[in-house]
C-alpha cells in the first residue's frame, strides 16, 4: 500500500509538473514575453509531446519568434493530434497562406486600395480555413482570413460571403468594413465602398488607414477636394511609416488636382524623402513640374521615373532584363 502511495505521488508530481512549465508558457505568451514563453513550453512538450495544447502553444510562440518552420512542425502535430480544434486549424492555415503571400509579395505590384494581390494562394491553408468555419461558424478570424484569400484569388462572391457573414453578426468586427470596400471597389460600386469605409471610420476613429483609402478612393474618382479633407485629416493623426509614404503622395496628388502646385511638391518630396522606390513619385513629379512651366525639371523627372520603375519591376519579377518601359 505505502508502494503503491508512493507511485501515485510520483505520477501525480510529473503531471503537475508539466501543468505548471505550460501555465508559465501561457502566462510568459500572454504578457508578450516570447523567449521566456518559449523556454517553458518546449519543456511542457518535451514532458509530454502529445498533448495537442502543448504542441500548439510552443507552435504559436515559436511563431511569434519568427521560428516559422519549427512553428509549423508544431502547429501540424497539434492539429494531427486534434483535428477538430478550430483555432489550431486557423493558426496553422494563416501561416501557410500569410507564408506564400510573403514570397508573392516580391513578385507583385500594389493593386486595388492599398492592398497587394496575388493570383495563388495556399489551397491547403484554404481548406483548413473552410474546415474551420465549418467547426465553428463564429469564427470570425478564420472568416475573415478566408474572405482576405478569396480576394486575393478574385473570387469576389465568395469573399462576400465570408466578409457579409461577419457584419451581419458582428458589425464591429475590427476592419470588415475596410474589407468590404475592397470588394466594392474591385466591382466598380464606388458609392458602396464609401459608405463601408466610412462606417469603418465611424466605428473606429482611430483606423487610419481607413481614412487614407477612403480619401484615396475621393481622389481616384474626381473628388479631389474631399480627398484633401481627409487626407489632411489623416496626416494630423499618428501613422505608421509604411502609411506616410502613400499619404503624402496621396496629397502630392490632391493638391496638383486642387491648383496647390507649391504644396504638391512640397508632398512628393516628403514621400520620396520617405521611400525613394515608387516610380509613379517620379512620374507625378514630372506632371508637376510641367505644369508649374519647368520643362527641364520634368523631363529629369521622367528620366528617374524610367530607371526606377525598370529597377523595381526586375526587383518583383526576380530577374534583370533590359525591357523598355510599358512592355508587358
Known sequence: MVFLFVCLFCIAGQAWAESVQYQEARERFEKGEFLLAMLAAQKAVEEDGENPAYRYLYGA????????????????????????????????????????????????????????????????????LKRAIELNPDHFKARHRLGRAYTDLNQHDLALEQFRAIADKNPRYPWIHSSLAVIYMDEGSVEEAIRALKKEIEIYPEHHSARLELGEVFLKYGDSEQALKELLQVKEQALFSKDKTVLHLSLSKAYRDTGQLKKALISLKQSIALDASVPNAYYLGSQIY?????????????VIFQRVYREDRQKKLGFMDDQPVGRK
Open 61 to 128: 510562440v515559436l511563431l511569434e519568434l519568427k521560428q516559422h518552420s519549427e512553428g509549423e512542425i508544431n502547429l501540424r502535430k497539434a492539429v494531427k493530434l486534434e483535428p477538430d480544434n478550430a483555432e489550431f486549424l486557423y493558426t496553422l492555415a494563416d501561416l501557410l497562406i500569410t507564408q506564400k503571400s510573403d514570397v508573392a509579395i516580391r513578385k507583385e505590384l500594389r493593386t486595388g486600395i492599398g492592398q497587394p494581390r496575388f493570383g495563388n494562394v495556399d489551397q491547403e491553408g484554404v481548406e483548413m
Open 290 to 302: 510641367r505644369q508649374m512651366g519647368k520643362p527641364e525639371l520634368a523631363r529629369q523627372q521622367m
